[in-house]
């Protein structure tokens, strides 16, 4: 399994992508997580074929995570894609990406190809891929998932504080993305992660890799120091790219 971070950065980031993955099994089916207003270009400036992506799945429907959707079908529609696309996200929230769905094309109706929403749920099987999720604590219901597959576990937290049961998706996994919006420590009702308690809870579940993300421009440079110093953390970055595979921190250049 590889991971490619399309964008690690906050909702109104001045210098990176809005926070999004793509995931390439070793059958080359690929999903990809979430899709903010920045992501779109992203995966054009890497001339990812408009039919390579099988799923999207959506952590929660905030604009920073949903509003590239409509740009990217529009995309894929005008240059000829053919595949069939799932989109999986909560029941609740699966309105703003119908309207989304149909901005696309307005004022006509129907894409080039046929599109399915899903609803997510804790626990389903997708081809080989064993997949669970979670709700971390955050303003709006956020889910983190696990994805396992190719004898590997990813967890990716979407937006929100840790939970009990967050924390209980992320253990034992071989790469662990967790939101980190603040290097100094927020309340314990707080809608999003700080470095203190992402830290902790690496060493807490003894971690191989803790990969922080979504942190504030203006935090970056202090997590970024902090990361280098410890073995099992890191800063994550646009272009970032991880093959699970891999025992040396799991980074590759493709």
């Known amino acids: 399994m590889k991971i490619d971070v399309l964008g690690c950065g906050s909702a109104f980031s001045l210098n990176h992508t809005t926070s999004a993955i793509r995931i390439i099994d070793d059958q080359q089916s690929q999903w990809l997580i979430d899709c903010g207003p920045t992501v779109p270009r992203a995966l054009w400036n890497r001339e990812v074929d408009i039919n390579a992506i099988d799923v999207i799945f959506f952590t929660h429907i905030h604009p920073d995570h949903c509003a590239g959707l409509a740009v990217l079908l529009n995309h894929w529609k005008s240059f000829g894609r053919v595949k069939p696309l799932q989109i999986y996200c909560q029941p609740e929230q699966q309105t703003v990406l119908v309207n989304q769905i149909a901005l696309a094309n307005w004022p006509y109706t129907g894409l080039t190809f046929p599109i399915e929403i899903l609803a997510s749920q804790p626990t389903w099987r997708w ?128």
Not at 166 to 178: K, P, R, V
Not at 180 to 187: Q, V
């Open 127 to 254: 081809r080989g891929w064993q997949i669970q999720t979670a709700f971390a604590q955050h303003e709006i219901p956020s889910q983190a998932i696990r994805i396992e597959a190719d004898n590997h576990a990813l967890f990716y937290s979407g937006d929100g504080r840790p939970t009990d049961a967050t924390q209980a998706l992320m253990a034992g996994s071989t790469l662990a993305f967790q939101e980190c919006a603040s290097w100094l420590p927020l309340a314990a009702d707080a809608s999003h992660g700080d470095y203190p308690a992402c830290l902790a809870l690496c060493e807490k579940l003894a971690l191989n890799l803790m990969v922080l993300y979504h942190c504030q421009d203006a935090d970056r440079p202090a997590i970024a120091q902090a990361c280098a110093l410890h073995p099992h953390l890191r800063l994550s970055d646009d272009g970032a790219m991880f093959d699970l595979a891999r025992p040396n921190r799991l980074q590759t250049a493709w």
